[in-house]
């Protein structure tokens, strides 16, 4: 996937051309679809929709640092230094694999490999510049009404969980949902354009199932003792989510919290092969509600922030019942979330029309919430042990 999406995607422009992708109109309906029939539109809100919106899909890397001392196999080109460069010039980080002697000093396989990304953060960037560069603009754009999401991609131990979620030890360690969220409280604060309400939901997504995390009314000792989650069809064709709590949150101690329950249950209901999910998605979503003063339509939009499944293909030789049923299903749905993320490219481009979000869950949750107007953010998450390198390349 990281092969696919490097350079191309990493610089596609999405233009507006579809209804669904628009920014979140108000509505009166309080249900949790939006585009229904009798929207109430307010003039105000509305008056920027024939400007020409434009958003991009960002893609950025980030090193873990390692534990061990490793030899230096990688190196970051900095724009500037990249004299041969196209119209947009854009970092990229190179890999060596040293051909083995086993296979023979003489052939033809490749030794350096480089893959462009939007920003390439190295292992000593810290937590909060993450959050600023690569989340900032997209947890305002869903204040201000659009959907968002943000991913991490990477191998089991890159850094994922460690990106998103953040480290449990220092408080500076905090990921990208704790600091989404103290952003969110503090900037509603300050707006008084809208009364805001938030509420959050926490889904994980195991072999196609999906489970609800912010269950806390039973003990969960594994996975399937969590409330099943399932996508329904409307005779629109739109797909709704069903059973995924949906819990109000009135300030950060609280969002906190419902984090906290569910970072609990996801760990409680690891099965002996879902070590720390790492074989599952897990989805935090934050859905943000705006009521104007003295109306009664509201809006609203959501920010994603998602947590995939590690990315490396299981050698299928090696492996036989759980195991090869969860690899295949994670095969599939990042393949399933490549095609989606390419189809939006080429939709861009002119090229097509179709997305194919239908064929996995986590596309069709996300359905609403990837190209147009959506700001959507990857971020490749990267392990320089040589062993892991290698890993990386044939992904
Ligand atoms: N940027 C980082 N700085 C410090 N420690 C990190 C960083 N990224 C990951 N780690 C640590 O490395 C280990 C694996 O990271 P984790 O986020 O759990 O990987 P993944 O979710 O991709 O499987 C964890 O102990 C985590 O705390
Ligand atoms: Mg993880």
Redesign the pocket.
């Known amino acids: 996937m990281l092969k696919n999406l490097q350079s191309d995607i990493s610089i596609i422009t999405l233009n507006n051309d579809d209804n669904t992708d628009k920014k979140n109109d108000f509505s009166n309906d309080s249900s949790d679809d939006k585009n229904l029939k009798n929207n109430t539109k307010i003039d105000e809100i509305d008056s920027d929709d024939n400007v020409e919106e434009i958003s991009t899909i960002k893609i950025y890397s980030?090193i873990?640092?390692s534990?061990y001392k490793v030899p230096n196999r990688y190196w970051i080109v900095k724009p500037e230094e990249d004299v041969l460069n196209d119209e947009k010039p854009l970092p990229k980080i190179g890999f060596l694999i040293p051909r083995s002697e086993s296979q023979g000093l003489i052939n033809n396989q490749k030794e350096k490999h480089e893959f462009k990304f939007d920003r390439v953060f190295d292992?000593d960037?810290k937590?909060e510049e993450i959050f600023d560069v690569v989340a900032k603009d997209v947890v305002l754009s869903v204040l201000d009404g659009y959907n968002g999401t943000i991913f991490?991609y990477?191998?089991?131990?890159?850094?994922?969980?460690?990106?998103i979620t953040g480290?449990a030890e220092r408080y500076e360690?905090r990921g990208i949902i704790p600091r989404s969220l103290q952003f969110i409280f503090k900037e509603i604060q300050k707006r008084t354009d809208c009364e805001y309400s938030i509420n959050i939901s926490y889904l994980e997504i195991y072999n196609e199932n999906g489970y609800d995390l912010l269950d806390s009314s039973r003990e969960a000792k594994k996975l399937e003792d969590l409330p099943k989650v399932y996508l329904m069809e409307d005779d629109e064709n739109r797909i709704h989510i069903r059973n995924l709590a949906s819990i109000p949150a009135v300030n950060e101690e609280e969002a906190l919290n419902l984090l906290f329950i569910g970072d609990t249950n996801r760990v409680i209901s690891e099965t002996p092969s879902n070590p720390?999910s790492?074989r599952s998605h897990c989805i935090f979503i934050i859905t943000v509600v705006c009521k104007r003063q003295g109306h009664d339509a509201i809006r609203k939009s959501k920010l994603h922030l998602v947590?995939l499944a590690?990315s490396e293909r299981v050698a299928k030789t090696q492996i036989g019942g759980t195991l090869l049923k969860e690899a295949k299903y994670i095969n599939l749905s990042l393949h399933y979330l490549e095609q989606v993320i390419i189809a939006l490219h080429e939709k861009a481009l002119g090229k097509r029309q179709h997305i194919p979000y239908r064929n996995s869950m986590m596309t069709s949750v996300l359905r609403d919430s990837l190209g147009g107007n959506c700001k959507t953010t990857m971020i490749a998450?990267i392990a320089v042990e040589p062993e892991l390198i290698e890993v990386i390349i044939k992904n």
């Open positions: 980030r873990r640092p534990k292992k960037t937590q991490a990477g191998q089991t131990g890159s850094g994922k969980t460690f990106t480290g360690d720390e790492s947590d590690g998450t």
